[in-house]
T-cell receptor, first 113, second 113 residues
Framework: GAGVSQSPSNKVTEKGKDVELRCDPI?????LYWYRQSLGQGLEFLIY????????KSGLPSDRFSAERTGGSVSTLTIQRTQQEDSAVYLC???????????FGQGTRLTVV | AQSVTQLGSHVSVSEGALVLLRCNYS??????LFWYVQYPNQGLQLLLK??????LVKGINGFEAEFKKSETSFHLTKPSAHMSDAAEYFC???????????FGAGTRLTVKP
């Protein structure tokens, strides 16, 4: 597609429920990133996929968080047993392997009530 | 390890005044450095990037940044602020291709009439 697409754009969920956030990167981009942006905070790195290499999961805040990338394209970030502190905007970005900058989606605003 | 520090979470300038947003990084190898901007209710977009070519990098909307290795800095400047520059600005570092991108906490720029 023309840009990075994220869905849903907004998600309200009850505490304790599981949620799935989807990211469609730019076609041909081999690198994919997930970040979390809380109100008034910077971008917190969550996970990074690069081609067929093992993902860098060092930023995932707990084992309730997981992500996968199928076929080197679409990625899904899953949060199990959501907590109120999980409320944030979740941003996805992608980049070409041989390029340096990342292109961002519009984000998914997650609200846990 | 790589990290980014942005000095000043909020900067306020008058319209027409100089804009200076500070960014310092730590990286064990020559880094790729970026400035991103996030306008209200919009996604992140790239302002400019440093990729080991010229140390003075010009970006969009009249912004520029200078890479100073001795000071491990990559400060963002604009000679004359415009009301439309009001936004959140993020500095980011990437420690080589194949590595993830880490962001600073962001600086919110306010432009007063």
């Amino acid at each position: 597609g023309a840009g990075v697409s994220q869905s849903p754009s907004n998600k309200v969920t009850e505490k304790g429920k599981d949620v799935e956030l989807r990211c469609d990167p730019i076609s041909g981009h081999t690198a994919l990133y997930w970040y979390r942006q809380s109100l008034g905070q910077g971008l917190e790195f969550l996970i990074y996929f690069q081609g067929n290499s093992a993902p860098d999961k060092s930023g995932l805040p707990s084992d309730r968080f997981s992500a996968e990338r199928t076929g080197g394209s679409v990625s899904t970030l899953t949060i199990q047993r959501t907590q109120q502190e999980d409320s944030a905007v979740y941003l996805c970005a992608s980049s070409l392997e041989e390029n340096t900058e990342a292109f961002f989606g519009q984000g998914t605003r997650l609200t846990v009530v | 390890a790589q990290s980014v520090t942005q000095l000043g979470s909020h900067v306020s300038v008058s319209e027409g005044a100089l804009v200076l947003l500070r960014c310092n990084y730590s990286s064990s190898v020559p880094p790729y450095l970026f400035w991103y901007v996030q306008y209200p209710n919009q996604g992140l977009q790239l302002l400019l990037k440093y990729t080991s070519a010229a140390t003075l990098v010009k970006g969009i909307n009249g912004f520029e940044a200078e890479f100073k290795k001795s000071e491990t800095s990559f400060h963002l400047t604009k000679p004359s602020a415009h009301m439309s520059d009001a936004a959140e600005y993020f500095c980011a570092v990437r420690m080589g291709l194949g590595n993830d991108m880490r962001f600073g906490a962001g600086t919110r720029l306010t432009v007063k009439p």
